[in-house]
Nanobody, 118 residues
Framework: QVQLVESGGGLVHSGGSLRLSCAASGFNITHYLMSWYQQAPGKERELVAAITQSGESTDLADSVKGRFFISRDNAVNTAYLQMNNLKPEDTAVYYC???????????WGQGTQVTVSS
């Protein structure tokens, strides 16, 4: 069964840190672009960070540059999002996505809630 399971979310004070994990099962992430999205209440789901298959290249949204870092460990089939200096506006459900192209295959996790109090 193909699955992505996020973990590590929670409630944190402004300025705090969290590390999200995205564990894949049922497939090997080695050939997949891995990315993290955030969806705040009433808003569209937005790309936060992405990392290439080898991990050599990453891309981050301007709003999180210098605070968030994406990484992956293909050996344990897991991607990570290190979130530092969190702000209340970072409050959202964070989703992990695995993308393969070609062929075009996309898997989503169920999301993990991050709440930052001021």
């Amino acid at each position: 069964q193909v699955q992505l399971v996020e973990s590590g979310g929670g409630l944190v004070h402004s300025g705090g840190s969290l590390r999200l994990s995205c564990a894949a099962s049922g497939f090997n992430i080695t050939h997949y672009l891995m990315s993290w999205y955030q969806q705040a209440p009433g808003k569209e789901r937005e790309l936060v960070a992405a990392i290439t298959q080898s991990g050599e290249s990453t891309d981050l949204a301007d709003s999180v540059k210098g605070r968030f870092f994406i990484s992956r460990d293909n050996a344990v089939n897991t991607a990570y999002l290190q979130m530092n200096n969190l702000k209340p506006e970072d409050t959202a459900v964070y989703y992990c996505k695995a993308t393969l192209n070609p062929p075009i295959l996309t898997y989503w996790g169920q999301g993990t809630q991050v709440t930052v109090s001021s």
